[in-house]
Nanobody, 119 residues
Framework: QVQLVESGGGLVQAGGSLGLSCAAF????????MRWYRQAPGKQRELVAT???????NYADSVKGRFTISRDNAKNTVYLQMNSLEPEDTAVYYC?????????????WGQGTQVTVSS
């Protein structure tokens, strides 16, 4: 019923910046909390940032001060602006959202986008 489509990944040099976007598509749905996760090779999935419908945010300590999560409720889109990137930020980044369809709650995942930071 709802599909999350990510964009913005790529290769960047250490110290550089990238911006990720994730848009929700469907019909007769609403999106509540949205999140960004990442998973690096050989590591567990990590929650990077969270944003509520009212734009309250939370960040992992590893990215605090460098990453900014934001959203546009009218566009059902969440963003992740990543600055001062480090090689340790290299991972597949996934967006995640809590949605409501026909009165029922669901959790959705994006397809993932690769972020590679070179040293």
């Amino acid at each position: 019923q709802v599909q999350l489509v990510e964009s913005g990944g790529g290769l960047v040099q250490a110290g550089g910046s990238l911006g990720l976007s994730c848009a929700a598509f469907g019909s007769s749905f609403s999106i509540n909390v949205m999140r960004w996760y990442r998973q690096a090779p050989g590591k567990q999935r990590e929650l990077v940032a969270t944003i509520t419908r009212g734009a309250n945010t939370n960040y992992a300590d590893s990215v605090k001060g460098r990453f900014t999560i934001s959203r546009d409720n009218a566009k059902n889109t969440v963003y992740l602006q990543m600055n001062s990137l480090e090689p340790e930020d290299t991972a597949v980044y996934y967006c995640n959202a809590d949605g409501v369809v026909r009165g029922l709650s669901y959790n959705y995942w994006g397809q993932g986008t690769q972020v590679t930071v070179s040293s």
